[in-house]
Structures are given as C-alpha cells and as structure tokens.
C-alpha cells in the first residue's frame, strides 16, 4: 500500500511550519505521539508520578511489545534506554576484552562507538581493526569474513551512517559472523523506522537504535536489543536496583532479561510515547515508507547531481533517506544556515562525526537533507531552488 501523504501530513502539526529534512536529525513526531507524552505528563501532576506509572502500566509495558514485534525479537530481548548510544554502550562495555583480543569496525563507524571502542582498546590493549569497503563504498562482506579467526570478539556494524545514504549489507554480514562464531553489535540508529529490520533475518546478536529519528518518537529515547542466549553472559558495567537485587547474604543478583541494561529511573511519558511512535509505524508499514523515502531521497539526489558545482556523496549499491551533498566553494555550515533561515530544516554532517569515512574519502563537512514519508515533492523543490541560487 502506498503511504497516504496527506494523512501523513495532516497528522503531523510540525508540517505546517517548515520543510523538515532533518529527519536523521529527529524527525518531526505525529499527533498520536504529542498526545501519549503529554497526556501522562498530565496525569503525572494530577495523580503523582509513581501512581500515574502504576496506573498506566499497560502502556509503559506496551513500548517494549512494540519494539520487539518491530524488530522481529521477543519482549525480553529488548531493553529501552535514553538513547542509541547509551544502548551501544551498555552492550559494548559489557564485553570482557583482553590483550590480544579483536574488534572489527567499518569506515561507516560513528564517532560515539569509535571513541568508546578507542576507549576500551587503550584500557585494555585489545586491537581495533578496520575492515575495508568494497567498490561500492559499503563494507566489504568478503574482506570482513577472511578477517574473522579466533582472536575476533566482536564485529561492529553501522547499518545506516550518519553522513549518508549508504545502507550496508547487514544481514551478509551477520551471515559471515555467525559462519564465524563471532557476535555482531549493529547500529540500526539511522536505518530503524525508515526500513524493515528483523534481527533474526539480519542474523545480529545486539542492536541499538534511537526513539527520535526515523521512528518519528520523543527526544530522549532509545532501545538496545539482545539475543535470549547472549543476555546472561553480558554484565553490565553499570548495576542498580533495577538491573539487580540486593540479596540477604549481602550479595546480588542480576535480572535475567535485557532489562539488566536499563535502570531504575526513567521517563515514563517518552517512554510511552516511544511505544506509540512504533505502532504508528507499523501502521504505515516498514515496506510502504522504505519504498516512498528511498524514492524521494533518489530524486533529490538526481536533481541536486544536475546543479552546477553540486555534488552528491552518498555510498553504496542501496542508498536510503539520507542525501549529503555538498556546493563548491560555499562551507557545508554556511548552507545550512542559508536553508534553516528560509524554513527549510536540514543539518551539518561534520568529518568528526565519521573520521574514518571522511578522511578515506578526502572530504569536508557535509550538508544533510533526510526525507521522510510524509515531505511533498513541492518541499524537495524549494531546496533544490534554494541550492541553486547558492550554487
Ligand atoms: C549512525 C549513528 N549511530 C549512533 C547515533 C547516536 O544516536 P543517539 O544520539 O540516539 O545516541 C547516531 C546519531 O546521530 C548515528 O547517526
């Protein structure tokens, strides 16, 4: 089913005031979301805090059904935490590296997990290892996979960058990392909720992804997913009383299921809402919105491609939602400012967000746009006249 864009719009009342291309930024919520988050923010000063949680415990308890029918995964898989990177982290640091041990990354690498991976790999003398990419600029599955021998304690993917409309082949690698025995941590932050994800189907064993992107939830909200048999053998690095019980004999113990990765306090009201965000997704259909963003997003880039001193950088055999270009001899910076000035919301991708990509590829900083279902071609039209009145 095609995605109805009038009702998409009609739903979202941030429509009414920009052209929102900043959607691997955050993008904008939908009136269901608004509602929850603000609706249990009421009943929070109406009733008390804690009593607004027990009473809305259905809904709090639904984020984590949602998530897990999302991704293909059961409920106790799922963990739900402040954002993607605390959910990367928890999974990361939860692994016992040692001197001699491996890492492999990939040039899509994000600057959080690279500098916690650069962290870990100092502490502890374990090697950090970049596998290459292949013609297409996506990693390289075949390079990766005569990588994999016995000192490999980890592979860490980034499915979608944050610089661009690459989408690596996950589920090839997965294949490659189960062949070897070896866990694969994806980062689905900018791939979830703009295309079909199915842990098993991808064959990851941990993934992490953000409530405020391409699901369309509240700021402040992000998931971590872990395979059943992988739960018990990862410790968290940090413990409460929410991930473990305090036990009579002065010990403790931790919770068997993936909640051991969250902790006690939170925030209800975005939590629900995140569980909103997910239904109204699936309501659409991962099919139907893959389908409309990839489209726009490759019209965008043919015409920007078409602009004199324009130039597209977006990797791979498959490209999503996110287009970066870039317009000779103007700084990334100084066109964003000059789109955001005219109500056309798009982001700055700078080289230290991705140093690996960046510098391979000899590029500056990068101007962002990222479509989502409900942006009208009319709004692709005024970015692509403004940047060719800047060209
Ligand atoms: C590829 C990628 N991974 C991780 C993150 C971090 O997500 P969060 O800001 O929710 O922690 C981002 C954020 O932009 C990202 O683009």
């Given amino acids: 089913m095609a995605i109805d864009v009038a009702r998409a719009r009609a739903e979202t009342p941030g429509c009414r005031n920009v052209a929102h291309l900043n959607n691997a930024g955050a993008a904008l919520p939908p009136e269901p979301v608004l509602e929850a988050v603000v609706e249990h923010l009421r009943r929070e000063a109406a009733i008390g805090g804690y009593e607004?949680?027990?009473?809305?415990?259905?809904?709090?308890?639904?984020?984590?059904?949602?998530?897990?029918?999302?991704?293909?995964?059961?409920?106790?898989?799922?963990?739900?935490?402040?954002?993607?990177?605390?959910?990367?982290?928890?999974?990361?640091?939860?692994?016992?590296?040692r001197e001699g041990d491996r890492v492999l990354t990939t040039r899509a690498e994000y600057a959080s997990n690279y500098i916690a991976l650069r962290q870990v790999a100092d502490r502890t003398g374990a090697a950090?290892?970049?596998?290459?990419?292949?013609?297409?600029?996506?990693?390289?599955?075949?390079?990766?996979?005569?990588?994999?021998?016995?000192?490999?304690?980890?592979?860490?993917?980034?499915?979608?960058?944050?610089?661009?409309?690459?989408?690596?082949p996950a589920a090839a690698v997965g294949a490659a990392c189960r062949a070897a025995g070896v866990p694969l941590l994806l980062d689905a932050c900018q791939s979830v909720g703009q295309m079909p994800i199915d842990v098993a189907a991808i064959g990851c064993d941990m993934l992490s992804g953000t409530g405020r992107k391409f699901l369309r939830g509240p700021r402040g909200t992000g998931f971590l997913y872990v395979r059943r048999d992988l739960v018990e053998s990862l410790e968290p690095p940090l413990l409460d009383l929410h991930a473990a019980e305090w036990q009579p004999d002065g010990s403790y113990r931790i919770r068997p299921d993936a909640r051991r990765f969250e902790n006690w306090e939170t925030n209800y009201a975005t939590k629900i809402g995140l569980g909103v965000a997910v239904d109204y997704a699936l309501g659409w259909g991962l099919d139907a919105i893959r389908t409309r963003v990839y489209a726009l997003a490759a019209d965008l880039r043919r015409a920007l491609d078409a602009l004199p001193g324009v130039r597209t950088h977006d990797l791979g055999e498959e490209?999503?939602?996110?287009?970066?270009?870039?317009?000779?001899?103007?700084?990334?910076?100084?066109?964003?400012?000059?789109?955001?000035?005219?109500?056309?919301?798009?982001?700055?991708?700078?080289?230290?967000?991705?140093?690996?990509?960046?510098?391979?590829?000899?590029?500056?900083?990068?101007?962002?746009?990222?479509?989502?279902?409900?942006?009208?071609?009319?709004?692709?039209?005024?970015?692509?006249?403004?940047?060719?009145?800047?060209?």
């Fill in 52 to 97: 607004a949680a027990a009473e809305q415990r259905d809904r709090v308890e639904h984020a984590y059904d949602a998530i897990a029918a999302l991704l293909g995964c059961a409920r106790d898989e799922v963990a739900i935490v402040e954002n993607a990177t605390r959910a990367w982290d928890m999974a990361f640091y939860s692994l016992q590296l």
């Fill in 128 to 168: 950090l290892v970049v596998a290459p990419d292949d013609e297409h600029g996506q990693v390289d599955v075949a390079a990766l996979e005569g990588m994999l021998d016995e000192r490999v304690r980890l592979v860490s993917l980034v499915h979608v960058p944050t610089q661009g409309g690459l989408v690596n």
């Fill in 319 to 391: 490209r999503c939602a996110i287009v970066t270009f870039s317009v000779a001899g103007r700084p990334a910076a100084e066109v964003v400012a000059a789109l955001v000035a005219d109500g056309i919301n798009v982001s700055l991708s700078p080289v230290s967000y991705s140093r690996l990509d960046f510098e391979h590829r000899g590029l500056d900083d990068l101007v962002r746009a990222s479509v989502h279902y409900y942006n009208e071609v009319a709004e692709l039209d005024r970015l692509i006249d403004r940047v060719a009145a800047l060209g």
